[in-house]
């Protein structure tokens, strides 16, 4: 093919592989929210078990984490990737197997185990066929995947579940789509030439006085301001976007169930509009990507334009709170309430994917880049990890206490552009 054997074209052809990859990655964690009525009724269990399955999947994704970071940095992103797409995608089919509502759990987790290895590994690929200009492009072209994932998840489970007329060949059918995906990876991607590295990473690598950079230690890393920081920041603001992803389609369907809508009315609700607040989130991601780094070339450097850029997108977090009392209005009709819920929660999308898609570019540009996944699994890892205590309040609480939680949420990437601020920067281990 013409396109790999261009370099250039190539680096093109692999961020188009890894947007197709996540937007599968998305479409088998999405399975999970959008069929939540069918699937608890199938196993005849309620909120509190769905909550524990969910952080079934949440654990074992915090914990591979910080491990498929670590595994990237010693076996390269290609074959680390290839086996997680793979695994990933046979836990899909695992769950649509299953027969017991434990089988079906342990089916979630190996799907946690096995997601974190695309994001570790992509931010890897990018950062050594991309140099900084375009790096933060990149990088959300290929994550927004993530987001049209969500985007398209409610059309096509809903149009599968019409086909096949149970949620288990959903499964089915998402994991063979993923095993296809895996081949296509394993032709697609290559470590890149010299030629390309001296461009993207060696620059990076050498110090004023021409020695090459050094890299950290496992126990290194631990003991830099910058880790810590954005540890903190994944732990504090990823809640919000993993309740966009677990909760909202079923806060959606929710108000639909109190207007005495059935769960078919509910889903061909959620069909057409459950994607939306995704859809606005991914342009928007894109668009602040793009911002920061035009940023770049006009001179500012390049932690200053991220900063810049992620501090800017948080002035919509107080949106949040307003959701329970639009969602609960006696003033308003159904049709407004729902569609001003999707409109604040598109807001709020962009500002969680502006972050997401940028801050790994911000680690990339921070560390040695042999530290890079290992930095990234980290920190993810504590974003899953925060995510799992949040899932777990989310699902014990009683209804009326969901005001104090949106409130919360509107806390919460406010709380992490102040340790931004303050706690990210350059880190370099001492030359000797």
């Known amino acids: 093919m013409n396109l790999l054997k261009d370099p250039n074209k190539r680096k093109w052809v692999i961020v188009a592989t890894m947007f197709i990859a996540i937007i599968c990655n998305y479409l088998d964690r999405q ?12 196993f005849g269990i309620g909120d509190m078990q769905y909550a524990w399955i969910v952080n079934v999947f949440l654990i074992c994704y915090a914990l591979m984490y910080p491990v498929s970071g670590i595994l990237v940095d010693r076996f390269g992103p290609k074959r680390v990737m290839l086996a997680g797409i793979a695994v990933w995608s046979l836990a899909c089919i695992g769950g649509g197997l299953a027969q017991t509502v434990w089988q079906f759990a342990v089916c979630r987790g190996i799907l946690g185990l096995a997601e974190p290895t695309i994001f570790a590994g992509q931010l890897v690929a990018v950062t050594l066929w991309f140099e900084k200009r375009q790096r933060a492009t990149a990088n959300s072209l290929c994550t927004v995947g993530g987001s049209l994932g969500a985007v398209i998840a409610p059309l096509v489970i809903a149009w599968l579940m019409r086909w096949f007329s149970n949620w288990q060949e959903v499964f089915l059918v998402a994991g063979v ?8 990876w394993m032709v697609v991607y290559r470590t ?8 993207t990473v060696n ?6 006085s021409g020695e090459e950079q050094k890299s950290f230690t496992l126990g290194g890393l631990f003991r830099t301001r910058t880790l810590w920081g954005a540890f903190l920041i994944r732990l504090i603001s ?18 639909g169930e109190a207007q005495n809508l059935t769960h078919e009315q509910t889903l061909n609700m959620i069909q057409w509009i459950g994607g939306i607040p995704f859809l606005v989130g991914a342009l928007g991601g894109i668009l602040t990507s793009v911002w920061s780094d035009s940023m770049i070339k006009r001179g ?58 940028t801050l790994p570019v911000v680690l990339a540009e921070t560390f040695p880049i042999k530290n890079v996944a290992s930095v990234m699994g980290i920190c993810c890892g504590a974003g899953a990890l925060g995510s799992v205590v949040f899932n777990q309040f989310v699902g014990s609480i009683p209804s009326e206490a969901w005001y104090t939680l949106f409130a919360i949420m509107g806390m919460l990437h406010i709380i992490a552009a102040v340790v931004l601020w303050k706690m990210v920067r350059p880190e370099s281990p001492e030359t000797k």
């Open 31 to 42: 399975l999970l929210s959008i069929l939540k009525p069918e699937i608890l009724e199938h």
């Open 177 to 184: 789509a993923g095993l296809v995906i895996a081949g296509l």
């Open 192 to 199: 890149p030439s010299q030629e390309i590295l001296d461009r």
């Open 203 to 208: 620059v990076d690598r050498m110090t004023s």
């Open 238 to 255: 990823d809640p919000v976007w993993y309740f966009c992803c677990f909760w909202l389609p079923g806060y959606l369907r929710g108000m």
């Open 300 to 357: 500012r450097s390049a932690l200053s334009a991220r900063k810049v850029m992620l501090m800017a997108m948080v002035v919509v977090a107080p949106l949040c709170a307003a959701v329970p009392y639009v969602g609960a209005s006696e003033t308003l009709s159904f049709a407004w309430r729902v569609g001003l819920v999707v409109a604040i929660f598109s807001l709020v999308a962009v500002m969680c994917l502006s972050w997401l898609y």
